[in-house]
């Protein structure tokens, strides 16, 4: 590599710290509660029997590392699935605002194979340091505060080690997804030609939208409602990763609540008498409350953070008309609350047949124990991950410069 590339290279990387931090945290979420989960079961199984432990006892044991190992293998696919998503969205816009250095390093006679790299690498390090982040939190945090309630409970001797099986497998699966992905959309803008790349996508045409066609509706509609929701309507990419997105961090907030509701309620006298499998159910319920709280911030920060990116012309050129800030912040905010609505929507439900299918699937827990409060309660927090996405982007808006909206894209 020229001296040049490198530079550029370097530029590429300080210039998308925010979303390299974002990307990575949102995998560190995933791989951590993946390792945290998956490393227990095997410690557990690895513990020498001792003979003050009684039959009973071993086969207690035995069904609390059979049902962790269940969820181990359960939720850890729907963390990976909502940070691949978001990481398909940050790597697709970068790869768009990048346009014109494609058609720059592919006059210099640059392959196709040097410029995909910048794409890769920059999805590398997401994944290593996201990787890396997650498993240390899931071994040596999460891990151990689950296996400590098992250990006091039947006073089983602590085992030596570092259990990063689960951890790892699911580390390459998130590795090759998002290099994919950064593969196959640095190639597919690699097919274009320099010229077609030197020029600026042109924006989508506007369309009716299905509420324009009720007269009854829309005639009330104040104009900042009617132009959020067409551009809602008018980029469905966006929409549909930013509700799945938000969907799926509710889902993951609901798995968690619904958990602790039903095993805080459960007047079952065979789960009562099976005290550690309460306990432990109760921290990883805990575990992933935590984490689907985190999750639901990252991701909602990040898809903000973009649609603010692909904004600032527009952005730009409502402060030059006279908006205030606030007025300004509101047109991201609008949109960023009703495509979370949406998220939400099918989020609660989603996860309450989730929730469900969970207790099946480990004979645990029941529906009937989870109460009203849980809907208001995820509801409440989903809430309060977008209102603080908000808060912390609303000073990115307001940096925006006016003369920015000078620049057309003919």
């Given at each position: 590599m020229t001296k040049t590339y490198r530079k550029n290279l370097r530029k590429m990387f300080t210039a998308n710290v925010l979303r390299l931090g974002a990307i990575a945290l949102i995998i560190a979420v995933g791989i951590a509660v993946a390792t945290g989960i998956g490393a227990v079961s095997s410690q557990i199984r690895s513990a020498p029997e001792y003979g003050s432990l009684t039959r009973e006892q071993v086969l207690i044991i035995g069904g609390i590392a059979d049902k962790v190992e269940l969820l181990g293998n359960v939720l850890p696919p729907f963390f990976i699935f909502i940070s691949a998503l978001t990481a398909l969205a940050t790597v697709t816009r970068l790869v768009e605002e990048e346009r014109p250095a494609f058609a720059c390093y592919?006059?210099?006679?640059?392959?196709?194979?040097?410029?995909?790299?910048?794409?890769?690498?920059?999805?590398?390090?997401?994944?290593?340091?996201?990787?890396?982040?997650?498993?240390?939190?899931?071994?040596?945090?999460?891990?151990?505060?689950i296996f400590n309630v098992v250990k006091i409970k039947f006073d089983i001797p602590d085992t030596s080690g570092i259990f990063l099986t689960q951890g790892l497998i699911w580390s390459a699966a998130m590795s090759a997804a998002i290099l994919l992905t950064a593969f196959f959309v640095s190639f597919r803008q690699c097919k274009e030609k320099p010229a077609e790349l030197l020029r600026a996508k042109s924006p989508k045409a506007g369309k009716k939208i299905f509420l324009e066609y009720m007269p009854f509706l829309w005639k009330k509609m104040k104009f900042k409602s009617k132009s959020s929701l067409r551009n809602i309507f008018r980029f469905k990419g966006r929409l549909i990763m930013t509700a799945l997105s938000a969907a799926g961090a509710t889902v993951m907030l609901f798995v968690g609540l619904g958990l602790l509701a039903s095993i805080s309620g459960s007047e079952n006298e065979k789960i009562q008498d099976l005290s550690g499998l309460t306990d432990s159910m109760n921290v990883i319920a805990v575990i992933v409350t935590v984490c689907g709280i985190?999750?639901?911030?990252?991701?909602?920060?990040?898809?903000?953070?973009?649609?603010?990116?692909?904004?600032?012309?527009?952005?730009?050129?409502?402060?030059?008309?006279?908006?205030?800030?606030?007025?300004?912040?509101?047109?991201?905010?609008?949109?960023?609350?009703?495509?979370?609505?949406?998220?939400?929507?099918?989020?609660?439900?989603?996860?309450?047949?989730?929730?469900?299918?969970?207790?099946?699937?480990?004979?645990?827990?029941?529906?009937?124990?989870?109460?009203?409060?849980?809907?208001?309660?995820?509801?409440?927090?989903?809430?309060?991950?977008?209102?603080?996405?908000?808060?912390?982007?609303?000073?990115?808006?307001?940096?925006?410069?006016?003369?920015?909206?000078?620049?057309?894209?003919?």
């Open positions: 592919k006059t210099l006679g640059y392959s196709n194979f040097s410029i995909i790299f910048r794409y890769t690498a920059f999805a590398s390090v997401c994944a290593v340091i996201g990787c890396i982040i997650g498993l240390a939190v899931g071994n040596f945090l999460l891990r151990p505060a985190a999750l639901s911030a990252l991701v909602l920060f990040n898809l903000t953070n973009i649609n603010i990116e692909e904004r600032k012309r527009e952005i730009a050129t409502l402060k030059v008309l006279g908006y205030k800030p606030i007025e300004t912040a509101g047109f991201i905010y609008r949109e960023l609350a009703i495509l979370s609505i949406i998220g939400i929507a099918l989020g609660l439900p989603s996860g309450y047949y989730f929730v469900g299918f969970l207790f099946d699937y480990l004979e645990f827990g029941s529906l009937d124990l989870i109460e009203w409060y849980v809907w208001i309660v995820v509801t409440v927090i989903a809430v309060l991950s977008v209102i603080l996405a908000d808060i912390l982007l609303y000073g990115k808006i307001n940096k925006i410069e006016m003369h920015k909206s000078l620049k057309t894209i003919e």
